[in-house]
Nanobody
Framework: VQLQASGGGLVQAGGSLRLSCVASGRTFSTYVMGWFRQAPGKERKFVAAISWGGSTTYYADSLEGRFTISRDNAKNTVYLQMNTLKPEDTAVYYC??????????????????WGQGTLVTVSS
């Protein structure tokens, strides 16, 4: 599967953005989807994941409920709604896909497919 992320940009602190990730192919609904982010000079970190049908989600504790992951399998798209953005949310955001849902969904190295990333910059 090929993934194409979009929706990043420059936003002021307290603002919102919605990221999208479109997948190629007809098997999107068979993939668990995740969002990760990588700040300058730092390692890539888990943000959120969503199960095949969207009924189960999992978030990084640090997000404090500000982000929401969702998916539309008819459109082969996964979204990340980001609210109350903070300067520390500045990063390149990546979408990724894996086959299974288990306790490892937060691990970067368990995702087989990655999008190219979209930059989110939050100004103070």
């Amino acid at each position: 599967v090929q993934l194409q992320a979009s929706g990043g940009g420059l936003v002021q602190a307290g603002g919102s953005l919605r990221l999208s990730c479109v997948a190629s192919g007809r098997t999107f609904s068979t993939y668990v989807m995740g969002w990760f982010r990588q700040a300058p000079g730092k390692e890539r970190k888990f943000v959120a994941a969503i199960s095949w049908g969207g009924s189960t989600t999992y978030y990084a504790d640090s997000l404090e409920g500000r982000f929401t992951i969702s998916r539309d399998n008819a459109k082969n798209t996964v979204y990340l709604q980001m609210n109350t953005l903070k300067p520390e949310d500045t990063a390149v955001y990546y979408c990724a896909a894996r086959s299974s849902w288990n306790s490892q969904v937060g691990r970067t190295d368990t995702y087989a497919y990655w999008g190219q990333g979209t930059l989110v910059t939050v100004s103070s």
